[in-house]
């Protein structure tokens, strides 16, 4: 089976910018969930998705936002980014709670 | 407040000697415990888990972690480190009541030196 892939790879955005991310969970995988990874601060829960629904959300601003499609393949979006949203974002897909969830290699954001 | 505490942010150790990485939660609900690894310029993986039953689990390159509830731990050891085994390591935890979150560690970066 193919594992989570995530594009980009490496995104250059300005200050204001927005930004779309993208997650193509592991086949038969209904549950994707979404983390910033900064060092020192480790991984930070962004949201999870299950089946099209939100069940979960962490504390991130309104700027942060998400959705998954039908086909369980899930995207993210920053609107207005800011200097501190320079981080790896990792998408994590598993079968549903409390499964392994398997990641992604992260896309590297940097805001300039 | 649900959290998780990994003591310690770096940890050296030569190789072939023992080693722990350190790791701690707060929750007022029962949880499952994980440890992943991020081994360098690669994503994280799952290196064993806890989700019920006997309180020790091993993973299969050797390490093993044990589920301490009323010390509300999961510490993760190893015997014997290899060079091979310097990388990242997350403690997380996810809840029996179905929040839908795992919460990670900030992580130990564990380095093994010749």
């Known amino acids: 089976k193919a594992g989570v892939t995530q594009t980009p790879r490496y995104l250059i955005k300005t200050r204001g910018q927005q930004v779309t991310l993208s997650c193509s969970p592991i086949?038969?995988?209904?549950?994707v969930s979404w983390y910033q990874q900064t060092p020192g601060q480790g991984l930070q829960f962004l949201f999870e998705y299950f089946s099209e629904t939100q069940r979960n959300k962490g504390n991130f601003p309104g700027r942060f936002s998400g959705r998954q499609f039908s086909n369980s393949r899930s995207e993210m979006n920053v609107s207005t980014l800011e200097l501190g949203d320079s981080a790896l974002y990792l998408c994590?897909?598993?079968?549903?709670?409390?499964?392994?969830?398997?990641f992604g290699p992260g896309t590297r954001l940097t805001v300039l | 407040a649900q959290s998780v505490t990994q003591l310690d942010s770096q940890v050296p150790v030569f190789e072939e000697a023992p080693v722990e990485l350190r790791c701690n939660y707060s929750?007022?609900?029962?949880?499952?415990l994980f440890w992943y690894v991020q081994y360098p310029n690669q994503g994280l993986q799952l290196l064993l888990k806890?989700?019920?039953?006997?309180?020790l689990v091993e993973s299969i390159n050797g390490f093993e972690a044990e589920f301490n509830k009323s010390q509300t731990s999961f510490h993760l050891r190893k015997p014997s480190v290899h060079i091979s085994d310097t990388a990242e390591y997350f403690c997380?935890?996810?809840?029996?009541?179905?929040?839908?979150?795992?919460?990670f560690g900030t992580g130990t970066r564990l380095k093994v030196l010749a």
């Open positions: 997380a935890v996810t809840f029996t009541s179905g929040t839908y979150k795992y919460i």
């Open positions: 086949s038969g995988h209904r549950s």
């Open positions: 994590a897909s598993s079968l549903g709670q409390p499964d392994t969830q398997y």
């Open positions: 929750s007022s609900v029962s949880v499952y």
């Open positions: 806890y989700l019920s039953g006997s309180t």
